[in-house]
């Protein structure tokens, strides 16, 4: 089946400790993007990428690294700098272009303590 | 920059009940809009969407129509079922960067 795959679904950490979540995906798609999900907020972009080896922010991005090295994994590393890190964490993808929609995974849930 | 306004839930109504969920955008040019849904503990799912104005997208019973003249693409539902409990989420794409903005969501209650 075609979709995108994150791991772990919960992750606990302690606070100061770098964690890193995985996200694959087998569509064929050259666009991925992390998103942070807030209790009763909306989704918030963290980074997005249109191509391999290629990047930008988003509008939380502080805190955050990611990496872009295979079309189909798009990791995130949410660092000791980020301030509040315990959240919903989404990974999507799409194709590139056009008035296409997102597809999403099922989320990683990071509680740090 | 781009944004999205929905209302505040959450929304509780009975099963078989009509279902309005607003949503307004502000944007620069004519993006395109979706609406997706979120169960417990899962990612979203895409409901519909629209690519121009005026295109209507319907999916398992849900419409909602993009209006340009009141920048709005509300949901609308003739009759709930108790599964369709969940959150509903509008968005719209950025044509800039190719990346969904999305509003706070909503949450809908339906009760047998």
């Known amino acids: 089946d075609g979709g995108i795959t994150q791991s772990p679904k919960y992750l606990f950490r302690k606070e100061g400790q770098n964690v890193t979540l995985s996200c694959e995906q087998n569509l064929n798609h050259d666009a991925m993007y992390w998103y942070r999900q807030d209790p009763g907020q909306g989704l918030r972009l963290i980074y997005y990428s249109q191509i391999v080896n290629d990047f930008q922010k988003g509008d939380i991005a502080e805190g955050y690294s990611v990496s872009r090295e295979k079309k189909e994994s798009f990791p995130l590393t949410v660092t000791s700098a980020q301030k509040n890190p315990t959240a919903f964490y989404l990974c999507?993808?799409?194709?590139?272009?056009?008035?296409?929609?997102?597809?999403f995974g099922q989320g990683t849930r990071l509680t740090v303590v | 920059g781009n944004s999205v306004t929905q209302m505040e839930g959450p929304v509780t109504l009975s099963e078989e009940a009509f279902l309005t969920i607003n949503c307004t955008y502000t944007?620069?040019?004519?993006?395109?809009l979706f609406w997706y849904v979120q169960y417990p503990g899962e990612g979203l799912q895409l409901l519909l969407k629209?690519?121009?104005?005026?295109d209507k997208g319907s999916n398992k019973g849900f419409e909602a129509t993009y209006r340009k003249e009141t920048t709005s693409f509300h949901l609308e539902k003739g009759s709930v079922q108790v599964s369709d409990s969940a959150v509903y989420f509008c968005a719209l794409l950025d044509t800039g960067r190719r990346a969904l903005t999305f509003g706070s969501g909503t949450r809908l209650q339906v009760q047998p």
């Open positions: 629209a690519t121009k104005a005026d």
């Open positions: 944007a620069t040019g004519y993006p395109s």
């Open positions: 999507a993808s799409s194709i590139s272009g056009g008035n296409t929609e997102a597809f």
